[in-house]
């Protein structure tokens, strides 16, 4: 079966550092981009950031860039979100999937096929 497990999320003050985990098994890993999305209550669910298969390349919405940094550990089959300066606009349920997107829909769930089940992230002021 395949599982994407989020881990890592917590508690944390405005201006803290989290770092989130995602292990995936059932799937050949090093084929799929994964990305990692966040869900606040009420909004939509939107793209954070997502690692490339081949060549490690990463993109990051732009309200994250220069704090969020991804990396992807094909050995482990383990992604990884280090998260810094966090604010609480940061503040959802984050969760990361696997796919196979297309440049246009790298940052939008339709480029995922599969999810796990996401971690909460919660930043006080």
């Known amino acids: 079966d395949v599982q994407l497990q989020a881990s890592g999320g917590g508690l944390v003050q405005a201006g803290g550092s989290l770092r989130l985990s995602c292990a995936a098994s059932?799937?050949?890993?090093?084929?799929?981009?994964i990305g990692w999305f966040r869900q606040a209550p009420g909004k939509e669910r939107e793209g954070v950031s997502c690692?490339?298969?081949?060549?490690?390349?990463?993109y990051y919405a732009d309200s994250v860039k220069g704090r969020f940094t991804m990396s992807r550990d094909n050995a482990k089959n383990t992604v990884y979100l280090q998260m810094g300066d966090l604010k609480p606009e940061d503040t959802a349920v984050y969760y990361c999937?696997?796919?196979?997107?297309?440049?246009?829909?790298?940052?939008?769930?339709?480029?995922?096929?599969?999810w796990g089940q996401g971690t909460q992230v919660t930043v006080s002021s």
């Open positions: 999937a696997a796919g196979t997107p297309i440049l246009s829909t790298r940052s939008s769930p339709r480029g995922y096929k599969y």
């Open positions: 059932g799937f050949t890993f090093d084929d799929y981009a």
């Open positions: 690692i490339s298969s081949s060549d490690g390349s990463t």
